[in-house]
C-alpha cells in the first residue's frame, strides 16, 4: 500500500518518519502534473502554512516543485489559518491551493492539504487524480525537478503575500465589529498556540469588549496537547473563562479551521450543540432557509430544527471533501461536521473557526442572552441531546490488523440492542470505514475507523445524560473485541 493516501482532510505523518522534505515534494508534484493536466497552469497555486515545526520550509520546498513546472505560486509569508489560505486560492483564481499543515493532529505531525479552486477542500475526484501522479514516485523521488526559490522568483514565478490583510478585511464584511467592540463584553480567546494567535484581538480588540488571548504565541509543542479545541486540551482555557468573569469563550485548533467554544461558565459547548446553535442563528438572526449538510456523525438536532424551520438537511460521509461538493451542489447556506468544522456559503465553502466563533458572539449579541440562556433554549426546541466520542488509539504498525478484525465484526454481527435500547436500523458507511447504529429514541451510536490516524472513534448522541456512558462503552467492546 502506498504510505502518502489523502484521508478526510489530506495526508498527514510523523516528521521525519514518513513526513518528510522528499514526501513534500512528491506531493507538491502530483499537484503540479495535475495543474498541468488542466491547461490552466497560468493561473498559479497558492502556498502557505501553519506554526508547525519547519512548516515555512517544508512550503518552501513544495514551492520549488510547483515553480520546476513553470507554475507560478503565491507564496505566504507567514503562518496563517488554513481558511484564509483557501480565501486566497479563491480570490487570486488560481487554481489549486497548498496548505503545509496537520491542523489538530499531534505536535509530532505534519501534513498536506490541497484546496480546489473555489477555496473548498478538494474532493475525491480531484484527490484521486492527484493520488494517481504521487504513487508512481514514491520510491523514487530524486527524479522530481526542482527550481531554487531565488531563481524562480527572478523568473517571475513567484508572489510573495501576507494572506492576513485581505482575509480579516473579508470577515469584517460579515459582522459588525464595532458594535462586537462597543459591547463591553469580556472575552477569552483560545489559539492553542496555532496560527489563529493574534487574530481575535486584530478584529475584536481596540474598544469597550476586553479581550484576553490566550496561547497566542507560536510553540511547535503546543504545550504538550493535542491543538484540537476540545477536552481536556482546553481545561485551561475553560477555567479562565469564569475566572475573568467572561461572557464567553472563543477557542479554534491549531490550524484555526475548527471552532470550540465554552460558555459563561466554563462549561465545554459540543460540536454537536454548536452545529444546531449555529443552524439556528443562521435561520433566527439572518433569515436564511437554504439547505444545510452534515456529516454522518453530526447532531439529529439538525433534522430536528429542519422539520420545525422547512430546511432541507443532506447527510453526507465525514470529510470537508464531500461537505463542500455537496454545499455547492446543493445551494446550502452552511456545512459542518462532529471535529468542530464548520463553513458558510457566504463566506467559504470551507471550514473557518474564526468565523464560526463570532457568529455565536452576533448569536449572543442580537439576542442579548449568555450562551447557556442559547443553549437552553435550544434544547427545548430540539432537543435534549447529550454527546460524547472517544478515540481508541493503536499501535501503528498493529492498525491494519485492528481495521481488519474490526470491519469483519461490524459486516457480521448486527445486534438488536445496545445498551438495553432496541436497535431501530444498522447503517453501513458509504466510505466503507465504519458502522452506525440507530436506537428507538433517535439515540445513536457510530464507530469509525479513521484513514488518517491509527485509532477507531466511538460516538454517540443520547436523550438522557445516563445513557451516554453505557452506550459508548458498548461501543467500545465491540472494537476491543472484533474478531
Excluded at 507538491?28 to 508547525?52: H, L, P, Y
Aim: charged share 25%; glycine share 10%.
Amino acid at each position: 500500500m502506498p504510505k502518502i493516501v489523502f484521508g478526510t482532510d489530506g495526508w498527514r505523518a510523523r516528521v521525519a518518519e514518513e513526513y518528510t522534505y522528499d514526501a513534500v515534494r512528491v506531493c507538491a508534484n502530483g499537484v503540479a502534473e495535475w495543474v498541468k493536466s488542466t491547461g490552466e497552469q497560468s493561473r498559479g497555486v497558492v502556498i502557505g502554512f501553519d506554526r508547525r515545526f519547519s512548516s515555512e520550509f517544508f512550503a518552501d520546498a513544495a514551492a520549488e516543485v510547483v515553480t520546476a513546472h513553470g507554475i507560478p505560486v503565491y507564496l505566504a509569508t507567514t503562518a496563517s489559518p488554513t481558511q484564509s489560505f483557501s480565501w486566497a486560492t479563491m480570490r487570486k483564481k488560481a487554481k489549486a491551493g497548498i496548505v503545509i499543515t496537520a491542523s489538530h493532529n499531534p505536535w509530532m505531525d505534519n501534513g498536506f492539504k490541497v484546496k480546489a479552486e473555489t477555496g473548498a477542500a478538494a474532493g475525491p475526484d480531484m484527490l484521486k487524480a492527484i493520488e494517481s501522479r504521487i504513487h508512481p514516485l514514491e520510491s523514487s523521488p530524486e527524479k522530481i525537478q526542482r527550481r531554487k526559490l531565488d531563481d524562480a522568483e527572478k523568473a517571475g514565478l513567484i508572489e510573495r503575500f501576507d494572506p492576513a490583510p485581505d482575509y480579516l478585511a473579508h470577515v469584517a464584511e460579515l459582522f459588525d465589529l464595532e458594535a462586537f467592540k462597543a459591547a463591553g463584553y469580556t472575552l477569552v480567546c483560545e489559539p492553542l498556540y496555532g496560527s489563529a494567535g493574534g487574530y481575535f484581538t486584530r478584529l475584536l480588540g481596540g474598544g469597550k469588549t476586553k479581550v484576553i488571548e490566550l496561547h497566542s504565541e507560536r510553540n511547535p509543542f503546543f504545550g504538550g496537547v493535542n491543538p484540537e479545541p476540545i477536552p481536556p486540551n482546553i481545561n485551561e482555557f475553560l477555567a479562565r473563562i469564569p475566572q475573568e468573569k467572561a461572557n464567553v469563550g472563543l477557542a479554534v485548533d491549531g490550524d484555526a479551521d475548527r471552532a470550540g467554544v465554552g460558555d459563561e461558565n466554563g462549561k465545554f459547548v459540543t460540536t454537536l450543540t454548536l452545529y444546531a446553535l449555529l443552524m439556528w442563528y443562521l435561520i433566527e438572526i439572518r433569515g436564511l432557509k437554504q439547505p444545510v449538510v452534515k456529516t454522518v456523525n453530526m447532531t439529529s438536532m439538525a433534522d430536528r430544527l429542519g422539520e420545525r424551520f422547512g430546511v432541507k438537511v443532506y447527510e453526507v460521509p465525514v470529510g470537508f471533501k464531500y461537505i463542500g461538493p455537496k454545499m455547492q451542489e446543493t445551494g446550502a447556506m452552511f456545512g459542518g461536521e462532529e471535529s468542530g468544522g464548520y463553513g458558510f456559503a457566504m463566506h467559504l465553502p470551507e471550514r473557518d473557526g474564526i468565523v464560526a466563533d463570532l457568529f455565536i458572539l452576533d448569536f449572543m449579541l442580537k439576542t442579548r442572552k449568555t450562551p447557556s440562556q442559547l443553549i437552553g433554549e435550544l434544547m427545548a426546541m430540539a432537543g435534549p441531546s447529550f454527546y460524547l466520542r472517544r478515540d481508541l488509539h493503536f499501535d501503528a504498525a498493529a492498525y491494519p490488523e485492528v481495521k481488519k478484525r474490526v470491519m469483519a465484526t461490524l459486516d457480521r454481527e448486527h445486534p438488536t440492542a445496545l445498551a438495553g435500547r432496541a436497535v431501530a436500523k444498522i447503517v453501513q458507511l458509504d466510505t466503507k470505514d465504519g458502522t452506525k447504529f440507530f436506537l428507538d429514541d433517535g439515540s445513536w451510536l457510530l464507530l469509525r475507523l479513521s484513514g488518517t490516524e491509527p485509532l477507531v472513534r466511538v460516538y454517540a448522541e443520547t436523550r438522557s445524560n445516563d445513557e451516554l456512558a453505557p452506550l459508548l462503552d458498548a461501543g467500545e467492546k465491540m472494537v476491543r473485541e472484533a474478531k
